[in-house]
């Protein structure tokens, strides 16, 4: 069970824009700023969207990340196949004095 | 470019001790916070504990009691123990970076390393 909740499978078709939601607490998100990792079959997690909206170089502005309150969402325009991975949200949580993450969302490019 | 690369037995028994290392190339170990991740096949995330070039741990209470992490800031590497260990503790275990103030920023990681548990 994650302290983060998203949902477990998402998709779209190619063009598309999609959004992945990430529910937390006060003790985590409401307090905290949120990361994203996008992980490909077979590879480690790579950051894509930092302190809520940022994206580190390299990673294309078809990504954004947005928070309000103790939720927080991807979004993924001009869908692409390559974009077929598993999204974790992660952030840092006051009560546990450590990082925690959300259960990951598999998104599918129909 | 900084890279890391965890290395370790991929076949641990039941009751023993898993240990792995996550060697720093291209950089160096001091001033960052280095943590240990795993994930089960087919599962999500899970961070393990943190170590900070100076020393200082925190670990997950989940396995705390049961983890070490050290580092040698000597030889560029840090260092996972995980004792008692059952199938549970089977996973991909991932060492990763972070920086100070950005605790849930995992700005690098190592491509990973799959240890199984046997009985």
């Known amino acids: 069970q994650s302290v983060l909740t998203q949902p477990p499978s998402a998709s779209g078709t190619p063009g598309q824009r999609v959004t992945v939601s990430c529910s937390g607490s006060?003790?985590?998100?409401?307090?905290?700023?949120v990361s994203w990792y996008q992980q490909l079959p077979g590879t480690a997690p790579k950051l894509l969207i930092y302190?809520?909206?940022q994206r580190p170089s390299g990673v294309p502005d078809r990504f954004s990340g947005s928070k309000s309150g103790t939720s927080a969402s991807l979004a993924i325009s001009g869908l692409q196949s390559d974009d077929e991975a598993d999204y974790y949200c992660?952030?840092?949580?006051?009560?546990?004095?450590?990082?925690?993450f959300g259960g990951g969302t598999r998104l599918t490019v129909l | 470019q900084v890279q890391l690369q965890e290395s370790g037995p991929g076949l641990v028994k039941a009751s023993e001790t898993l240990s792995l290392t996550c060697t720093v190339s291209g950089g160096s170990v001091s001033s960052y916070y280095w943590n240990w991740i795993r994930q089960p096949p087919g599962k999500g995330l899970e961070w393990i504990g943190y170590?900070?070039?100076?020393?200082?741990?925190y670990y997950n209470p989940s396995v705390k009691g049961r983890v070490t992490i050290s580092v040698d800031t000597s030889n560029n590497q840090n260092s996972l123990k995980l004792s008692s260990v059952t199938a549970a503790d089977t996973a991909v275990y991932y060492c990763?970076?972070?920086?100070?103030?950005?605790?849930?920023?995992?700005?690098?990681w190592g491509q990973g390393t799959m240890v199984t548990v046997s009985s």
């Open positions: 006060s003790s985590n998100i409401g307090s905290n700023t």
């Open positions: 990763a970076r972070t920086t100070v103030g950005a605790m849930a920023v995992f700005n690098i």
């Open positions: 992660a952030a840092w949580d006051d009560s546990l004095k450590g990082p925690v």
């Open positions: 302190s809520n909206n």
């Open positions: 170590i900070y070039s100076s020393g200082s741990t």
